[in-house]
């Protein structure tokens, strides 16, 4: 397997976080008919690569592709959106799929999307190679967003984290958590964490939702999610972090007050959709200390930062709202 993406810290830098110096790593025009690249997925396979990618066509059709690389920085993103076969269901019906996350659970690589079924759902797919994908049952009713699995099992069950909403581009919303015996009836939802207070810590005070596939560390899960606010220029999307408890992951031990990354760079601030940073994949080596997250900049390309788990996670327990 090749070495996952790395970069180290700027002399000058601060923050727990900093960005890949040559930023966007993807461009809004990488395959032939893509008005935009962003939101995308990414997971270590065979000697290098692969993903899930959100590529949102010239008619801006949203739609999901599979892609690959060896060094997890210049990609090869197929031509032409996933085509799904039946998994443990013959209704596949999808008016719609974007925002994918990707995790190697057991023996395959699980996808979530945000799928149109008479508005947005939770649609869970699979695939062995990336080549050929299987798609299952919708996990919930609509509408739900940000369908976040877990690397593993937790006291038998597949659990996945989610942010029920409505059909528009909803001025609200909380993370859930959700779990199933058999990846196809999800039930047990408990409330994971709400958005914050205004007076509290502002720029996640319209809503939260969970980001990459959470990391296991000594202190619990650490799942890195985005907030939102509602200013007078539209939603402002950022990253935060928090540690969930690991066998009880319902159970909210830290979250950042500030955040950890927010729309500064011109990438992040201009484009379809400005002022967002939205985390969507994340490469770890708990060994090396190391994090490459991939997040979507300005619903328009993907962008790639880095970071110290440790100090993450030291940053999260440190400034707790």
């Known amino acids: 397997m ?27 025009y990488a395959i032939p008919t893509s008005n935009s690249v962003f939101n995308s997925a990414v997971v270590p396979f065979k000697d290098g690569f692969a993903g899930v990618f959100r590529c949102d066509n010239k008619a801006v059709q949203m739609n999901i592709f599979a892609g690959f690389s060896k060094g997890g920085i210049n990609w090869d993103i197929e031509h032409e959106p996933i085509k799904m076969k039946a998994g443990n269901t013959n209704m596949i019906d999808s008016e719609y799929k974007y925002d994918p996350r990707v995790v190697f659970i057991e023996d395959r690589f699980w996808v ?54 409505d059909n528009g581009h909803t001025p609200f919303g909380d993370i859930y958590i959700s779990y199933s015996p058999d ?22 005070c319209t809503k939260v939702g969970a980001g ?18 509602n200013t007078c220029n539209g939603f402002r999307y950022a990253m935060g972090a928090a540690i969930l408890d690991e066998n009880k992951p319902e159970e909210l ?39 490459a997250v991939y997040y979507g900049a300005a619903d328009t390309v993907v962008a790639l930062a880095f970071g110290r788990i440790s100090e993450i996670v030291s940053f999260t327990k440190n400034n707790s709202l």
């Open 2 to 28: 090749n070495a996952m993406p790395w970069q180290d810290k700027p002399e000058n830098c601060n923050d727990v976080m900093w960005r890949y110096s040559q930023n966007p790593i993807i461009d809004r």
């Open 212 to 229: 990459p596939i959470p990391i296991l560390t000594d202190e619990g899960w650490l799942m890195l999610y985005h907030g939102v606010i």
């Open 112 to 165: 979530t999307w945000c799928n149109g079924y008479n508005g947005p759902t939770i649609g869970i797919g699979y695939t062995f190679d990336f080549k050929e994908f299987f798609q299952c049952e919708n996990a919930f009713l609509p509408f739900n967003r940000n369908g976040v699995l877990f690397p593993k099992k937790i006291n038998g069950k597949y659990a996945m984290l989610s942010r029920p909403s």
């Open 183 to 204: 990846m196809k009836y999800w039930g047990e939802h408990r409330c994971v964490m709400k958005a914050s207070k205004f007076q509290d810590s502002a720029w996640q």
């Open 253 to 291: 031990k830290y979250r950042t007050q500030p955040y950890i990354l927010g729309p500064a760079e011109t990438y992040e601030q201009i484009g379809d959709v400005p002022n967002v940073v939205f985390p969507c994949a994340a490469l770890h080596d708990i060994k090396e200390d190391k994090l």
